[in-house]
């Protein structure tokens, strides 16, 4: 069982920036996968972006250029680095462990509880 807990989350205005992390309670090295996801009122839980173990990573062409994932797996944290914000990113975002495959919501094996990102203009 991991625990995952998200954090960063907030209020800012369009061109602004936020920094999410993802906490994990246990070494996430055997889940291949870590994934952001996000979610926001009447819409379905969209994939945002993904990191393997390996250090590959790729990203939604919704947020290419302007969001970055990253892993630090001495800390088993995962980061999502949101610049350039506009109000359609305005979502709950969730962090996502992935034990065989990458990108799905079906892939899934944890998530975590949001972090709340609010986009004004």
């Known amino acids: 069982q991991v625990q995952l807990a998200e954090s960063g989350g907030g209020s800012v205005r369009t061109g602004g920036s936020l920094r999410l992390s993802c906490t994990a309670s246990?070494?996430?090295?055997?889940?291949?996968?870590m994934n952001w996801f996000r979610e926001s009122p009447g819409n379905e839980r969209e994939w945002v972006a993904f990191?393997?173990?390996?250090?590959?990573?790729s990203v939604a062409k919704s947020v290419q250029d302007r969001f970055t994932i990253s892993r630090d797996n001495g800390k088993n944290t995962l980061y999502l680095e949101m610049n350039s914000l506009k109000p359609e990113d305005t979502a709950m975002y969730y962090c996502a462990a992935s034990r065989w495959t990458c990108g799905t919501v079906k892939s899934v094996t944890y998530w975590g509880q949001g972090t709340q990102v609010t986009v004004s203009p």
């Open positions: 246990a070494d996430t090295h055997h889940y291949y996968c």
């Open positions: 990191v393997t173990t390996n250090g590959v990573t």
